[in-house]
């Protein structure tokens, strides 16, 4: 069983940065993939990044401007955003599954999920 907590949300102009952040409780947090996903009102959750031990990936849409980073010793993991833009608004949630190698994208392939944290990028 895996606790998830985000925070670091909150109101950013476009073109400014935040870095989120997903503490997590429960044993063997390194035996975790951990992801992280979106979700704008009246749109599907959408994948935005994951790390497992082989490394990480991207949705295309944040390449070279959101990097996802962990820390087993403190059981966390980050998203590092830079070069906001209006359409990254959403809330943004931490979701792990159990997992060394496998590279997820879809919500259904995790089983442990955040309660969220809002991101609003004015223009």
């Known amino acids: 069983q895996v606790q998830l907590v985000e925070s670091g949300g909150g109101l950013v102009q476009a073109g400014g940065s935040l870095r989120l952040s997903c503490a997590a409780s429960?044993?063997?947090?390194?035996?975790?993939?951990m992801g992280w996903f979106r979700q704008a009102p009246g749109k599907e959750r959408e994948f935005v990044a994951g790390i497992n031990w082989s490394g990480t990936y991207y949705v295309d849409s944040v390449k070279g401007r959101f990097t996802i980073s962990r820390d087993n010793a403190k059981e966390t993991v980050y998203l590092q955003m830079i070069g906001l833009k209006s359409e990254d608004t959403a809330v943004y949630y931490c979701a792990a599954v159990m997992s060394l190698y496998s590279a997820p994208r879809a919500a259904r392939e995790y089983d442990y999920w955040g309660q969220g944290t809002q991101v609003t990028v004015s223009s």
């Open positions: 429960g044993r063997t947090f390194n035996s975790y993939t």
